[in-house]
């Protein structure tokens, strides 16, 4: 069963924009990560926050995560073609050794 | 390191029939998981080893499904008979860490299609 709901669903920009994209889960969890899926490849992995962090960030991206509201956030700035992909949110659930996926942002960047 | 490898890329059979999807997990992972992606339901975790030993089946939808890891190099999925509504990209994907979880590194997926 999904645990992590996307929002929005999908999502176009132009290149240079912000993009942001919501997860919404229920349960308590361990960790929230965030992985990126080009079309036709494999999930790759941009980024883990753990359960007592508020803000991470790596590159471009910045991740939030608000336990009270069971939220996080990811935010891509100054966005390239090459960020057109989906992006996922993934929740280690508290107690359980397995990772749960929502399902995904399509996001597009146009030149 | 090659990273996952999964085989075939993408396999065509027709219903009723045997298919086996094959994994290589990266070395010195502990952790080998099977997901199932689908446009209806996203992904699904199939089943999950942790160093060869099953751990948690209960993804596994139902008995025409089978997994196996006979070592820490090699894993499979087995659908027999499969069935349309198996049609899906599978995904292996590996974890290097003791004790959790972490991030997973997946491979390319096996697209599955079951006319």
């Given at each position: 069963?999904?645990?992590?709901?996307?929002?929005p669903?999908?999502?176009?920009?132009?290149?240079?924009?912000?993009?942001?994209?919501?997860?919404?889960?229920k349960?308590?969890?361990?960790?929230l990560?965030?992985?990126?899926?080009?079309?036709?490849?494999?999930?790759?992995?941009?980024?883990?926050?753990?359960?007592?962090?508020?803000?991470?960030?790596?590159?471009?991206?910045?991740?939030?995560?608000?336990?009270?509201?069971?939220?996080?956030s990811l935010?891509?700035?100054?966005?390239?073609?090459?960020?057109?992909?989906?992006?996922?949110?993934?929740?280690?659930?508290?107690?359980?050794?397995?990772?749960?996926?929502?399902?995904?942002?399509?996001?597009?960047?146009?030149? | 390191?090659?990273?996952?490898?999964?085989s075939?890329?993408?396999?065509?059979?027709?219903?009723?029939?045997?298919?086996?999807?094959?994994?290589?997990?990266?070395?010195?992972?502990?952790?080998?998981?099977?997901?199932?992606?689908?446009?209806?339901?996203?992904?699904?975790?199939?089943?999950?080893?942790?160093?060869?030993?099953?751990?948690?089946?209960?993804?596994?939808?139902?008995?025409?499904?089978?997994?196996?890891?006979?070592n820490?190099?090699?894993?499979?999925?087995?659908?027999?008979?499969?069935?349309?509504?198996d049609?899906?990209?599978?995904?292996?994907?590996?974890?290097?860490?003791?004790?959790?979880?972490?991030?997973?590194?997946?491979?390319?997926?096996?697209?599955?299609?079951?006319?």
């Amino acid at each position: 069963s999904q645990q992590g709901e996307e929002d929005p669903q999908a999502l176009s920009i132009q290149e240079g924009e912000n993009a942001t994209m919501n997860c919404s889960y229920k349960t308590s969890i361990n960790n929230l990560q965030w992985y990126r899926q080009n079309s036709g490849r494999g999930l790759v992995h941009l980024i883990l926050i753990r359960s007592n962090e508020r803000e991470k960030h790596s590159g471009r991206l910045r991740v939030t995560l608000d336990t009270s509201k069971k939220s996080s956030s990811l935010l891509i700035t100054a966005s390239r073609a090459a960020d057109t992909a989906s992006y996922f949110c993934a929740t280690e659930n508290s107690g359980y050794s397995t990772l749960t996926f929502g399902k995904g942002t399509m996001l597009l960047v146009s030149p | 390191d090659a990273g996952v490898i999964q085989s075939p890329r993408h396999e065509v059979t027709e219903m009723g029939q045997e298919v086996t999807l094959r994994c290589k997990p990266i070395s010195g992972h502990d952790y080998l998981f099977w997901y199932r992606q689908t446009m209806m339901r996203g992904l699904e975790l199939l089943i999950y080893f942790n160093n060869n030993v099953p751990i948690d089946d209960s993804g596994m939808p139902e008995d025409r499904f089978s997994a196996k890891m006979p070592n820490a190099s090699f894993s499979t999925l087995k659908i027999q008979p499969s069935e349309p509504r198996d049609s899906a990209v599978y995904f292996c994907a590996s974890s290097p860490y003791r004790g959790r979880i972490g991030e997973l590194f997946f491979g390319e997926g096996s697209r599955l299609t079951v006319l």
